[in-house]
C-alpha cells in the first residue's frame, strides 16, 4: 500500500486508469528504463518496476511529492532501481542521462504544460525509438495528433480523465 497525500494537491493516478494503462503498454517495458514525470506519489513508476523495468527516474518539484515518493520508493524496497530528481520538469529531463522506453506524463490539469513537455522529450531525444509517452490529462485538454516527431496512437477516456499514447 503506497502512501498518499492528505489533501487535493497531489492526485495520484487511480487504481482502474492505472491497470488500464499497463493494459494498453503491456509488455513494453521490461527491462528498460522508465520515467515518472510529475510523479506524485510515484505510483506508475513503481508499478513500472513492480513490472519488470530496470530503472525509473521519478521527477516532480514539490517537496511534498518528494518525501511520498522516497517514501513508496523505501516502503517498496526498489531504492536500487529508482532515481528522484528534484524540480520542474524542464529541470528534471534535462538532468536524465539516457533515453525511457516509458515516459510518463501526469502534470497538473489547467496549467497547459503537457504539449510544451512532449516538445522538450523530443528536443532532448529522450524517447527510444520504440518507446511510448503516456500523457493522463482532463477531457477538457485536446491532445493534437502529432507533436514533434510523436503520433497519437491511442487515446482512452476514464470518466473525467484521458490518457494519450503518443510514439
Do not use: W
Request: glycine share 8%.
Amino acid at each position: 500500500k503506497l502512501v498518499s497525500p492528505k489533501d487535493e494537491k497531489v492526485r495520484p493516478t487511480s487504481d482502474k486508469v492505472k491497470e488500464a494503462i499497463f493494459s494498453m503498454i503491456a509488455d513494453s517495458y521490461y527491462d528498460e528504463t522508465v520515467i515518472d514525470l510529475f510523479a506524485g506519489t510515484g505510483n506508475l513508476g513503481i508499478e513500472a518496476i513492480s513490472r519488470g523495468a530496470k530503472h525509473c527516474y521519478f521527477g516532480d518539484k514539490s517537496k511534498e511529492s518528494l518525501a511520498l515518493i522516497k517514501s513508496n520508493i523505501n516502503t517498496c524496497r526498489v531504492q536500487d532501481r529508482a532515481t528522484i530528481i528534484a524540480g520542474d520538469y524542464e529541470m528534471v529531463l534535462k538532468r536524465i542521462p539516457v533515453k525511457g522506453q516509458i515516459i510518463f506524463l501526469d502534470p497538473p490539469y489547467k496549467e497547459g504544460l503537457m504539449i510544451s513537455c512532449i516538445e522538450l522529450i523530443n528536443d532532448l531525444d529522450l524517447l527510444t525509438e520504440d518507446g511510448y509517452i503516456i500523457a493522463e490529462h482532463s477531457l477538457e485538454e485536446k491532445l493534437p495528433e502529432t507533436v514533434g516527431k510523436y503520433q497519437l496512437i491511442k487515446e482512452k477516456r476514464y470518466g473525467k480523465i484521458a490518457v494519450s499514447i503518443y510514439g
